[in-house]
């Protein structure tokens, strides 16, 4: 299985700062993703990465920025953090046969 | 637009009955499914794939695959408090991204 770690479970952060979220795999799989869920809304994309340097956007980039410079690692940027983008964000990785595996969240709160 | 659709619930099911999980997709190409439980503030765990038509049984999970009729189940044998959780349905559709059903929650009776 691919591990998936991220730098913080909890991230408080004041409304205009520059957040930085981290997210670690320790397999050699090219695909990475960054999640935001919300209650009732279930979980939805932000940006994507298939290999290093590269990315995608997904169904909700507004705000976000994205950084792959190795392939283990795939940093999601809130330029300017708003109280809308207080939220649970999920980074994940793929699998051999697209199956997705999780790291356990940040639970992110811009006050 | 490619859709995933679950019940929200709650699911309520005794402990030690059959707990039953359906999941609707609107892709008729789509090829792999998945099935993940997320307990309340946690993040989402892989239980079960499938990517034939059938069944697949893991311990007390078993998928159901219905590529003509475009539904995939999970079934939990001898549900336990422990199972009590949101289940999430995901289908791949094409390429490497997934489609996430917003989840059924379930929730084991003792």
């Not at chain 1, 397999?27 to 990315?55: A, C, T």
């Not at chain 1, 169904?59 to 809308?84: C, H, M, Q, W």
């Not at chain 1, 990785?93 to 595996?101: D, L, M, V």
């Given at each position: 299985d691919v591990k998936v770690t991220q730098s913080s479970r909890y991230l408080v952060k004041r409304t205009g700062e520059k957040v930085f979220l981290e997210c670690v795999q320790?397999?050699?799989?090219?695909?990475?993703?960054?999640?935001?869920?919300?209650?009732?809304?279930?979980?939805?994309?932000?940006?994507?990465?298939?290999?290093?340097?590269?990315?995608?956007?997904?169904?909700?980039?507004?705000?976000?920025?994205?950084?792959?410079?190795?392939?283990?690692?795939?940093?999601?940027?809130?330029?300017?953090?708003?109280?809308?983008?207080?939220?649970?964000?999920?980074?994940?990785?793929?699998?051999?046969?697209?199956?997705?595996?999780?790291?356990?969240?940040?639970?992110?709160?811009?006050? | 637009q490619k859709e995933v659709e679950q019940n929200s619930g709650p699911l309520s099911v005794p402990e030690g009955a059959i707990a039953s999980l359906n999941c609707t997709y609107s892709d008729r190409g789509s090829q792999s499914f998945f099935w993940y439980r997320q307990y309340s503030g946690k993040s989402p765990e892989l239980i079960m794939s499938i990517y034939s038509n059938g069944d697949k049984e893991d311990g007390r999970f078993t998928a159901q695959l219905n590529k003509a009729s475009q539904y995939v189940s999970l079934l939990i044998r001898d549900s336990q408090p422990s199972d009590s959780a949101t289940y999430l349905c995901a289908v791949n559709m094409k390429g490497d991204k997934i489609i996430f059903g917003k989840g059924t929650r379930l929730h084991i009776l003792p």
């Open positions: 320790d397999m050699d799989h090219e695909n990475m993703f960054w999640y935001r869920q919300d209650p009732g809304l279930g979980l939805r994309l932000i940006y994507f990465s298939y290999d290093v340097k590269m990315k995608e956007k997904g169904d909700i980039p507004e705000g976000y920025s994205v950084s792959r410079e190795k392939k283990e690692r795939f940093s999601l940027i809130l330029e300017s953090a708003s109280t809308n983008q207080t939220s649970m964000y999920l980074c994940a990785a793929t699998g051999k046969i697209y199956e997705q595996y999780f790291g356990p969240g940040t639970r992110l709160t811009v006050t | -």
